[in-house]
C-alpha cells in the first residue's frame, strides 16, 4: 500500500463511530432567527415565573442553545495523547503499518469565531494535510473534503453540550461513516470515537 494514501485514508476514517442519533440534523434548529438565539441566550430560569410559553416555543428556546457552539470551545487544540486509539484502528480493520504512521502524525484543530454568532470556522491540522470548514453552523450539513481529499458530507451537532462531527463519504473510498464525539474532561478536549464496542480517545490540550 502505498505509504502517504493509507495514511490519508486513515487519518479521513479514523474517527467517526455509531452514535448517529446524536448527529440527527435538525433543519429547525439551524432556521433558528437571532431573536431565538438572543431568547435562549437568557437562560429559561430567568424567565419570569407568569411567562406562559406555548410547548413550540419552549421546544425552540431548548433548541437554540444547540445553535451556538459553547464558548469552551472556541480556541486551538493539539493532540496531547490518545487512549486505545489503536485497539480502535485495529477494530476498524486498518493494518499496522497504517496505525503507526497515524501515531506519529500531529494532530491540531482549531476553532474559531465568525461575524455571525452562530456560525464557527474549524480547521483540522495535520502534519499530512490541512482541512478548513468555514461558517459551520450547527445542525447544518455541507459537502467538505475529509483528510483523504474525498468528498464527505458533514454534519457538526450539539447534544447536552457534545459537539459530535458526523462524516458521510459521498465518493468511493476506503472512508466509512464516522462520528467523532467531542467534549471536556477536565482541562482536555475529549474526542472519543468507537467501533464494534472498542471506543478509542484522544485527548486535546487547549494551546491558545
Ligand atoms: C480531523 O482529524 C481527525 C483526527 O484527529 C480525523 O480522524 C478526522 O477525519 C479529521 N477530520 C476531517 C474533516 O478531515
Ligand atoms: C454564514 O452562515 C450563515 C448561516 O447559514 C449565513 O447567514 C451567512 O450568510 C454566512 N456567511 C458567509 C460569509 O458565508
Known sequence: MHTTTSILLLLATATAIFCTEGVAVNPAAAASSQAVIAAAAATASNLPTHYEQSPASRDR??????????????????????????????????????RKMVTFATFKKVFAKTNNPNTFDYSN?????????????????????????????????????????????????????????????GDWLLQKMSYNGVEGRRYYKKTQ
Not at 67 to 87: A, I, K, W, Y
Not at 138 to 165: A, M, V, Y
Request: glycine share 10%; hydrophobic share 25%.
Open 61 to 98: 428556546i431548548t433548541r437554540g442553545t444547540n445553535d451556538m457552539l459553547p464558548e469552551r470551545f472556541f480556541g486551538n487544540f493539539e493532540l496531547d495523547h490518545s487512549e486505545n486509539f489503536d485497539e480502535y484502528m485495529t477494530a476498524k480493520g486498518y493494518g499496522w503499518f497504517t
Open 125 to 185: 491540522l495535520t502534519s499530512k494535510k490541512d482541512v478548513f470548514y468555514k461558517n459551520v453552523s450547527l445542525g447544518k450539513s455541507f459537502t467538505g473534503e475529509g483528510l483523504d481529499s474525498k468528498k464527505k458530507e458533514i454534519t457538526f451537532s450539539l447534544k447536552n453540550g457534545h459537539l459530535f462531527e458526523h462524516q458521510k463519504p459521498l465518493e468511493e473510498g476506503e472512508a466509512k461513516e464516522e462520528t467523532y464525539e467531542y467534549y471536556f474532561d
